[in-house]
């Protein structure tokens, strides 16, 4: 059973526009939680974390959102830059580390 | 869906000793393999890049002869830390790649080694 999911595969977004990529997740006893960004052939770069007691972490244009009651956790990319076209990944950290499967996004020039 | 299991999950080990971390991939054949450290709250470390019957590809700064990389097939890869040390407690991730036209990976949940 997936702790960790990213139910959509890909995302398209036009250059400039909010990139929103989303992931849910089951046990409320996590600590924390974690996106990577992921270019091909290269290994996931961390963009950004969030602590299980906050509800927002901000750092340049990424913002993460952590909506505890619905397990839900959303990274917000403003502006989108064509360069942040990647595989996002969001993972959640309590014993053992737990990954989705990943969104694909592309920023349309 | 693609599942990749890492074993052991949790391992303490004495000083000196060599520990061997598998990496399964349980659905699915994984022509490549990679291996990470993640510490705590860090950016996931990118050891080596490991392909199904030949040598694995380091990453600067990774000691091949420390951290030996064997991938003998289709569905597994093994990392051997030699002569642990306390500075080698870490996680240990993997991750398995489905499709080399895709890109899709998986990862593995990750082994927690803790050096006495």
């Known amino acids: 059973d997936q702790q960790v999911k990213q139910n959509s595969p890909s995302l398209s977004v036009q250059e400039g526009r909010i990139s929103i990529l989303n992931c849910d997740y089951t046990n409320s006893m996590f600590d ?19 602590s299980s007691i906050k509800d927002k972490n901000e750092d340049g244009r990424f913002t993460v959102f952590l909506n505890k ?11 989108s830059q064509p360069g942040d076209s990647a595989v996002y990944f969001c993972a959640a950290v309590g014993n053992q580390f737990y990954f989705g499967t990943g969104t694909s996004l592309t920023v349309i020039p | 869906g693609a599942v990749v299991s890492q074993h052991p999950s949790w391992v303490i080990c004495k000083s000196g000793t060599s520990v061997k971390i598998e990496c399964r991939s349980l659905d699915f054949q994984a022509t490549t393999m990679f291996w990470y450290r993640q510490f705590p709250k860090q950016s996931l470390m990118l050891m080596a890049t490991s392909n199904e019957g ?5 990453e600067q700064g990774v000691e091949k002869d420390k951290f030996l990389i064997n991938h003998a097939s289709l569905t597994l890869s093994t990392l051997t830390v030699t002569s642990a040390h306390p500075e080698d407690s870490s996680f240990y991730i993997c991750s398995a790649l489905r499709t080399r036209n895709t890109g899709e990976l998986f990862f593995g949940e990750g082994s927690r080694l803790t050096v006495l």
């Open chain 2, 54 to 58: 030949s040598k694995a590809t380091y």
């Open chain 1, 69 to 79: 009651s619905a397990k839900h956790l959303s990274l917000h990319i403003v502006p």
């Open chain 1, 32 to 50: 924390y939680f974690l996106w990577y960004k992921k270019y091909p052939a290269e290994g996931p770069t961390f963009l950004i974390s969030i």
